[in-house]
């Protein structure tokens, strides 16, 4: 079994560009979550968001979808900082595997609004590819000549999970020697927003923006959209040494479930079965997991089943591990949102920090957690895992082991 090594990480959200920026908003304990500014929100019941401020992105590529953008940024970001250069053969080598919940949502929502609401009868002749799914895989292969295996995970807010996750599962079998893999979302449109409104489980306004994500919180309202992208190249270990690339983490375990019940409400049974799955996979026992980054939404039904997932899965270790849910910094990205977690979590713990759950003053006794509240926390960790459960009942957990592991 080949070991599959994390050599480069690119990260965009409502926290910034770049992983930089990222640790920052950590170390100070910030939240990206504010009034929406890219459409009018006042006629809406939801008006806040984790939006990608456009300062942040004077380049943003115009020619494709703004969730292909936000990939193409995020690779970007991430195969510069593994020095990744491939001549034909190695870039046969190599996989796209980028994940999103809802694609080309800007394209979509603007012809609807063009067809339905201004009686046009033509569209823009790019309205399909740039609005399919596999559009930033696509267009993340085509911009570095990536011709290896190359497709996208659709599985909600598991997406960007599953995308890692799967790459690392074909590096480790030998059916690639690198990937560049990860999650992208960009549902702010004012269709999306209207949807997710009908489902009646999104924080409102409230005096401060910045409060109103609460994960495990006693007086949580719920979860908050976000946006934004993620993507970490992933190298077969031994590969990655030769060519002297620094080492920023390892992808040692992978497990996925489906709850095969009620496409909202989570499945205690099916959140613990892949969280034990992915340390049998890891070959790790719970008392190495020294952090969990939770899916931790702010919805009641979420906070309170994966909190009694984590103690069912990890025995009474999972009341003394850490967990916080960095949702309460960036927002729910939905299908980048496993993927910005992830990146998140290892540069955050590879700098020396546990980031923390914002807003987390009064946890909820449903949510019997060791929770790292309100402020980021030092420690040395050397594995965590990182939790991804999605509507339709799709789970995704992934361990991986930080630099401090082997040093």
């Known amino acids: 079994m080949r070991r599959v090594a994390v050599t480069g990480i690119g990260i965009l959200s409502a926290l910034g560009r770049g992983v930089d920026a990222h640790l920052e908003a950590v170390r100070r304990a910030s939240s990206g979550v504010r009034r929406i500014r890219r459409f009018d929100p006042e006629p809406y019941v939801c008006r806040i968001a984790a939006e990608v401020s456009e300062e942040a992105i004077p380049d943003l590529p115009r020619d494709v979808d703004r969730v292909t953008a936000y990939a193409l940024l995020a690779a970007e970001e ?11 053969a190695a870039a046969g080598r190599t996989a796209t595997v980028i994940g999103t919940a809802l694609g080309g949502s800007e394209t979509l929502d603007s012809g609807y609004e063009r067809l339905y609401g201004r009686g046009q009868t033509r569209l823009p002749p790019m309205s399909i590819p740039r609005g399919m799914y596999n559009a930033p895989t696509s267009e993340v292969s085509r911009r570095w000549r990536l ?17 890692i996750g799967q790459a690392a599962m074909w590096i480790r079998f030998g059916l690639a020697d690198a990937a560049v893999a ?109 952090y969990i980054n939770a899916h931790g939404t702010a919805t009641r039904a979420n906070d309170v089943a ?19 849910s960095t949702k309460s910094m960036h927002g729910h990205a939905m299908g980048a949102g496993g993927a910005i977690e992830a990146a998140l979590s290892l540069a955050s713990l590879d700098s020396g920090w546990l980031p923390p759950t914002l807003n987390l003053e009064r946890p909820d006794p449903a949510c019997r957690l060791a929770h790292v509240a309100l402020l980021p ?29 082997s040093s």
Do not use: K, Y
């Open 377 to 405: 926390r030092p420690a040395r960790v050397t594995a965590f895992l990182s939790n991804s459960f999605a509507f339709g009942g799709l789970n995704a957990v992934l361990a991986i082991r930080t630099i401090h592991a």
């Open 182 to 290: 990860g999650g992208a979302d960009a549902p702010l449109t004012p269709g999306i927003v209207r949807g997710w409104e009908a489902l009646r489980v999104l924080a409102p306004e409230g005096d401060d923006p910045a409060r109103a994500c609460r994960p495990f919180s006693e007086d949580r309202q719920g979860m908050v959209l976000g946006e934004g992208a993620a993507v970490l190249v992933l190298e077969e270990m031994e590969r990655a040494r030769g060519r002297g690339a620094a080492i920023l983490g390892e992808i040692v375990g992978f497990g996925m479930t489906s709850d095969a019940a009620h496409p909202t409400d989570p499945s205690v049974e099916g959140e613990a079965r892949a969280i034990s799955r992915a340390l049998e996979d890891a070959a790790l026992d719970a008392e190495a997991i020294g």
């Open 147 to 163: 011709t290896g295996p190359a497709f996208a995970t659709v599985s909600a807010c598991a997406s960007g999970a599953h995308a």
């Open 78 to 88: 991430a195969i510069e900082q593994a020095g990744l250069v491939l001549d034909a």
């Open 306 to 324: 994966e909190a009694e997932a984590i103690r069912r899965a990890l025995g009474e270790a999972g009341e003394r591990i850490p967990v916080s």
